[in-house]
């Protein structure tokens, strides 16, 4: 079977690993990016992304051998294209609704270079009825095709995970849904010829973009309640993460880990998709009571743990709190809603001078999203605040820090027995 061409929009942190997955399989990959920085790195056979596995050995040689290759023109990105894959970010705005800015944008620049018989295909996470209707009508409203006869349409939600995404893509299952059983059955002989994985096709469009909706709301809705046991556990002086770990022995339990919130692209943010549907038969927004607690539940979790940090030093105005990681999770460089944010602006919101450090991010990047680094490292000051335990704290030595009075631990990282006496040392959920 002849390997397609296949252009990609949106070379970010799925978009590249997708384009090498795509190329390593033969296909002439062609990404396309609003970035002229990031085209001219990938271009020059580098890796964009540091520190993703499998990028820095494959990207040389798929460039080399033209199977891979960015642009920020359009026309040369889809033209000629037999596959168009969407995998650009539609996040939420100040109002908690979808914003689709950039999945718009992208369509909007594609569309006129589509040719007649390819296949689109929409891998970013969108609200149910997004492929079918918003996709469909700005592909179709631009280029006078009609979806499922001239072009292909389907849906296939990334599963994928930051430092893992290459690894992901072999030993998930591949799900997909499109408009018609035609672009079903596209969809589906595509990604088999691509990947590895097992390919799932399911009834339609609509059922792919719930099942990833699904999928994360309930990692949500499972840390909420995770997160309201800790609540629990600390009134009544309970071990919480011990209650858990046993109650997890039994395989019909998976609560997860209490802790700080919730971060990332994926599981803070596609709970509000599940309220605003992209359909004409329901008019959002939809009731969806438990996604919402949840949602309240986890936002509030920094405050809790602040509250906690307030109470052991007695206040937290005038104080000085250093918090440990801007990423949303150890080792990934990703701040897209991290707790820290939640954690620095309620310590700001107490009157502590308040440092955020990262090893991952420098200064500048820090300051950049609105908060400070320290002036200097180790600095003297009252607390840390733990909230992502990178490899480079994992030799931390808290003696080093002059005046250190309590240590906040909110991933319950840390052996207790390595804090100090003279250090508090508070947890969310461990006794």
Partial sequence: MT?????????GKIGVPLAVQFGSKGARVAGYDIS????????DGRNPLHGEPGLDEKIP?????QHLRATTDPRQAA????????IVPVDIDATQRPDFGALDAAVDALAPHLKRGALVIVETTVPVGTTRTRVSARVASTTGMTPGMDFALA????????????LDLQRYPKIVGGIDANSTARAAEFYHQMLDAEILPVRDA??????KLVETTYRDVNIALANEFALIGDALGLDTLGAIAAANTQPYSHVHAPGPGVGGHCIPVYPYFLMEPETADVRPPLETELAATARRINNGMAHYAIDRLAQALGTLEGTTVVVLGLAYRAGVRESRHSS?????NALIARGATTYVHDPLFSDSEIRAVGLEPPPSWPL????????AWHRQYHDLDLASFPGLRAVLDTRAVLDPGTVPSAIAYLTIGRK
């Fill in 79 to 86: 033209g000629g294209a037999d596959v168009v894959v969407f």
């Fill in 61 to 65: 040689g798929l460039v080399v051998s």
């Fill in 36 to 43: 002229a920085e990031r085209c001219a790195v990938i271009n």
């Fill in 3 to 11: 390997a397609p061409a296949v252009c990609i929009a949106g070379m």
């Fill in 380 to 387: 003297a000051c009252d607390a840390l605040v733990v909230q």
């Fill in 340 to 344: 820290a944010f939640g954690l620095a």
């Fill in 155 to 166: 849906f296939s939600p990334e599963r994928v995970s930051s430092g893992s995404v290459l």
């Fill in 206 to 211: 609509e059922t792919a973009e719930f099942s």
